[in-house]
């Protein structure tokens, strides 16, 4: 069975640092493109970065370059989500997802439950 499980969310005032993590079980996850989402209420599901299964190839939301850096681990089947100079428009659920491929093409396969990150002003 899949898991694909978030976790390191809370509250931070603006400014602050994250990490988000992202354990993944019941799959090949060094075999994986690997990816982080996010949506706040009211608003659509937004691709926040992606990471190649080797963690050679990175891409980020222009929203968020120059302050978070995605990564993985995969001999503890982990992906990162370090976020740093937070905004409150940062504030929305994050997900992570485990794609099919092991580049990062397409729609992932695999979804988590998400976990709440609230920056406050």
Known sequence: QVQVVESGGGLVQAGGSLRLSCTASGLTFDDRAMHWFRQAPGK???????????????????SVKGRFTISRDNAKNTL?????????EDSAMYYCAAHATRYCSGSPQYWGQGTQVTVSS
Do not use: H, W
Not at 80 to 88: A, D, E, G, I
């Open 80 to 88: 990162y989500l370090q976020m740093n100079s937070l905004k409150p």
């Open 44 to 62: 659509e599901r937004e691709g926040v970065s992606c990471i190649s299964y080797s963690g050679f190839s990175t891409f980020y939301a222009d």
